[in-house]
């Protein structure tokens, strides 16, 4: 089992920046992947970026690329999003999920509650 808390969202203008953590409690959590996603109001929920565990390997909503970093800290139990040149249209509530190395939402079995980004233009 593991269990997921978003932190770091808030208000920023654009072209700002901002820091998303995923703190993770659980024994397994460097078993799993992890992805960050983001859902709108009335819209599907949307990969944004992911980051394995022990093999290197991450992957970036085409959307994002450029100006968000995802990266992780095993000894922490943390992974972090690092929102850089921030838009607009990223305003949003982002997740973090744990689960298999995947960008496909169905894939992840583990979420969290969500943080809320709000980029004022």
């Known amino acids: 089992q593991v269990q997921l808390v978003e932190s770091g969202g808030g208000l920023v203008q654009a072209g700002g920046s901002l820091r998303l953590s995923c703190a993770a409690s659980?024994?397994?959590?460097?078993?799993?992947?992890v992805g960050w996603f983001r859902q709108a109001p009335g819209k599907e929920r949307e990969f944004v970026a992911a980051?394995?565990?022990?093999?290197?390997?991450?992957d970036y909503a085409d959307s994002v690329k450029g100006r968000l970093t995802i990266s992780r800290d095993n000894a922490k139990n943390t992974v972090y999003l690092q929102m850089n040149s921030l838009k607009h249209e990223d305003t949003t509530i982002y997740y973090c999920a744990a689960g298999p190395r995947s960008n496909y939402r169905a894939a992840y079995n583990y979420w969290g509650q969500g943080t809320q980004v709000t980029v004022s233009s």
């Open positions: 659980g024994r397994t959590f460097t078993s799993y992947a």
């Open positions: 980051i394995n565990s022990n093999v290197p390997w991450t």
